[in-house]
């Protein structure tokens, strides 16, 4: 936001970008982004009405992500990388935003019995009354008390995937065992209802019902672009490094040489 850019761009690059980066834990000091986006302006009075993100490039330490809008058809409108591979992922990274990272999953003791256990998913601490967003989109299996957990929601994203949630304050109104949520919706609010110490949401994500690191469990890309989309998508691609480079700067995001020039 202290670039400048479009409040609606930002967003757009956040959403984009959330797919594969933790932005409250995986941003580091000399990282860097770039966005193309196109600003329109109201005629009269000059105020910015809309500010359509092109192309979105982050470089962290040790990865260069660059994605590209396209808007083919009804099916196929979305962010692609250069392969054309979707930005898009089965589960966004984090499920909560402005949370800070207070025990990871593995062995501890814990906190309140005082035991050694497996602990089989991840803490972030955060306000009571945070919002909870659905890491992907799917159907609740569960939701409502769930003994030591307290407030819990479970939800199963596809015949691998689920994701659950625990110790919320509340759960969202509309949401019930069976029914549909799409990924970012709010599902609930963080509290600290059964075993808890403090305010925070116990996150797990189960691959074949078995609780994996929701930090590094590799998460499976959505689709490819369309093969009859490739050559526009293509074409789209080359206007966007055409229009980039016509303004003075590098795209770096897809240059691998970069790491070197620094
Ligand atoms: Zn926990």
Known sequence: MAAGISESAFN???????????????????????????T????????VVSGKLHYAGLVLSDE?????????????????DENGNSAARTLIRTPISGARL????????????????????????????TP????????????????????????RHNSTYDTAYA????????????????????IGY????????????????????RQVNPMT???PTGERIDDQHLAAFQKTIAAIDQEVLSHGTIRFAGDVTIKNTQ
């Open 64 to 80: 260069q992500l660059g994605f590209f809008r396209y808007d083919g058809d009804k099916d196929t409108i979305g962010w692609y």
């Open 217 to 219: 469990v590799r998460l």
């Open 12 to 38: 757009d690059y956040t959403r984009v970008m959330g797919f594969s980066v933790d932005f409250q834990r995986e941003i580091r000091t000399g990282d860097r982004f770039e966005l193309l986006y196109e």
């Open 190 to 209: 963080v509290g600290s209802t059964g075993k808890s110490t403090g305010a925070h949401l116990h996150y797990e994500v189960m691959v074949n019902n």
């Open 167 to 186: 110790h919320m304050s509340r759960i969202a109104p509309n949401i019930h065992p069976g029914s549909r949520v799409k990924q970012g919706e709010i």
């Open 132 to 155: 909870i967003i659905a890491a992907g989109s799917g159907v609740i299996r569960e939701a409502g008390w769930k003994g030591s957990f307290g407030r819990y929601i479970r939800i």
């Open 102 to 129: 207070s025990s990871s999953f593995g062995h501890r003791k814990h906190p309140v019995s005082g035991f050694n256990a497996m602990h089989k998913g991840v803490d972030f601490a955060a306000p009571r009354g």
């Open 40 to 47: 329109e302006r109201d005629s009269i009075d000059g105020k």
